[in-house]
């Protein structure tokens, strides 16, 4: 899975960018109440264990 598709799967899940980081965007996810960093690279592979 490459980071755009990623993007689009936290988007319908009601996820949300926040603020772009040094290094990578946050987004927040209302279903945790936390927020997280993903990759800039869309067409990067995602990491496993991400």
Request: with cysteine; aromatic share 14%.
């Amino acid at each position: 899975m490459k980071y755009s598709e990623l993007e689009r799967k936290l988007k319908k899940q009601g996820c949300y960018w926040i603020r772009d980081g040094k290094k990578h965007p946050w987004w927040f996810s209302p279903i945790t109440g936390k927020e997280f960093q993903t990759g800039h690279h869309k067409n990067e592979e995602v990491k496993p264990g991400t």
